[in-house]
């Protein structure tokens, strides 16, 4: 069975301060998908990355960063100098290898105070 | 934007009587999917669809049943709604690649059971 791990509830920062949300998965398959997603206070999901399970390299895109690490079944998300807008509850999942199942964390509520 | 539509989006009902959800997708996904969220459990599971009328369970399935007649339209129906069955309930489709895992999600349907 996989099982997705996301310890903090939440996490309040003051603006453009750096936030680290942590994600912990248990899988028994090799080949597996690792997932973020946001949820901002509208509601909906919104995709933020997707990384395989033989890549490991650790990836940018603008002030988001995911550090990727097999050794403990970790891919901690980090939100670099944080925003307003940055307030919103984020997901972390775990796909099986055919990739058809998506299974989420309970989430982490990010507020970001100005 | 994968063209999900969910109905209603808004819905009080009383315990023990039907109710039906409806995903609409204009994007021709072959998988689909529906979640439940609630506090603390991030997004479970309901049921899944690899193609038309072929369904499958996920790890909160009971309760819960569901038809995919057509392509593009993915019912969710609570024959009998209990209180414990009030969430928020997601659709969510999948292009027809198995590797990638990646979930588009509709606008989310709230439920309330009293």
């Known amino acids: 069975a996989q099982k997705v791990t996301q310890a903090q509830t939440e996490i309040s920062v003051v603006e453009k301060e750096d936030v680290t949300l942590d994600c912990v998965y248990e899988t028994r398959d090799t080949t597996y998908y690792l997932f973020w997603y946001k949820q901002p206070p509208s509601g909906e999901l919104v995709f933020l990355i997707r990384r395989n399970s033989f890549d490991e390299q650790n990836e940018i895109s603008g002030r988001y960063s995911w550090n990727f690490q097999k050794s403990t079944s970790s891919f901690n998300f980090t939100i670099t100098a944080s925003q307003v807008v940055d307030s919103a509850v984020y997901f972390c999942?775990?796909?099986?290898?055919?990739?058809?199942?998506?299974?989420f964390g309970g989430g982490t509520r990010v507020l970001v105070k100005p | 934007d994968a063209g999900i539509t969910q109905s209603p989006r808004h819905k009080v009902t009383e315990t023990g009587t039907p109710v039906t959800l409806r995903c609409h997708q204009t994007e021709n996904h072959r998988y689909m999917y529906w979640y439940r969220q609630d506090p603390g459990h991030g997004l479970r599971l309901i049921h899944y669809s690899y193609g038309v009328k072929d369904t499958d369970k996920g790890e909160v399935s009971d309760g819960y049943s569901v038809s995919r007649s057509k392509t593009e339209d993915f019912l969710l129906t609570l024959e009998s709604a209990t209180s414990s069955q009030t969430s928020v309930y997601f659709c969510a489709t999948k292009k027809d690649t198995w590797n990638t895992g990646e979930l588009f999600f509709g606008e989310g349907s709230r439920l309330t059971v009293l």
């Open positions: 999942a775990l796909s099986n290898a055919a990739g058809n199942k998506l299974t």
